[in-house]
């Protein structure tokens, strides 16, 4: 019975090991698709997408929404949909479509949509007009302006 305690400990040591490396390993790819995202949206504090708490006011600033937002993400139900309504930006900024984000809400295939978003140019929405809805990167943040990150 002692034997078979330390090998179930032994097991679960290696096994934490194991599932620390792999959310590493995700959180570097996230935070690599997000920080290449920001570059091309003409974001400049591309470093924040690897942080965890800046990466999310890197979404916001993506999407264009107030940095206040971040404070309604902590209110139950609410944080649903300004998760939702941050996503929907970002990716009609990368020029695909609304529908786009329920990618984000499937595990595992969540993973191949933040590497599709990032790494693949949209090609159905890059000659569309103006009409569409289809808005190209802003030249620059609106958060330039404010300072907001100096205080």
């Known amino acids: 019975m002692y034997f078979f305690i330390y090998d179930f400990i032994r097991?679960?040591?290696?096994?934490t090991f194991i599932e620390i490396f792999i959310y590493l390993a995700i959180h570097c790819y996230v935070a690599y698709s997000l920080q290449v995202i920001a570059k091309k949206t003409n974001e400049e504090q591309v470093w924040m997408a690897w942080f965890p708490i800046l990466?999310?006011?890197l979404m916001l600033m993506i999407a264009?929404?107030?940095?206040?937002?971040?404070?309604l993400l902590m209110v139950p139900l609410i944080n649903l949909l300004i998760v939702l309504l941050v996503l929907i930006k970002i990716v009609r900024l990368r020029g695909r479509s609304g529908w786009y984000v329920l990618l984000f809400f499937v595990p595992i295939?969540?993973?191949?949509?933040?590497?599709?978003?990032?790494?693949?140019?949209a090609k159905a929405f890059r000659d569309m007009p103006a009409s569409s809805g289809y808005k190209p990167a802003p030249q620059k943040s609106r958060f330039q302006d404010d300072h907001w990150m100096d205080r």
Do not use: C, D, R, V
């Not at 097991?11 to 096994?15: L, N, R």
């Not at 295939?109 to 140019?121: R, T, V």
């Open 109 to 121: 295939i969540n993973l191949i949509a933040w590497g599709n978003l990032a790494f693949k140019e």
């Open 55 to 57: 990466n999310i006011i």
């Open 11 to 15: 097991w679960t040591q290696s096994a």
């Open 64 to 71: 264009e929404e107030p940095w206040q937002f971040y404070f």
